[in-house]
């Protein structure tokens, strides 16, 4: 990733790294597998969190502010 002039993301930005290379590492997976790999036994993801109509998308066809909401999603279930 290179910056370009936004200074702020509207989320954490360490988790969006994390979430944007966790889901690329595996890109031609859906989001809801590559993303299981954030939670763990101590911070499940909560019932119906992979139950949203984004989770069955690959990370190439995300925009930039889907993945912020995803960001934020990913965010508000840790």
Known sequence: ????EVTDLGCDEQLFRRVVKTTFNQRRK???????QIFDANHPAPAGFFDDEMMTRRPEQL???QFIALTNKVASAL
């Open 30 to 36: 859906m989001l809801r597998v590559s993303l299981r």
């Open 63 to 65: 925009s930039i502010p």
């Open 1 to 4: 990733m290179t910056r370009n």
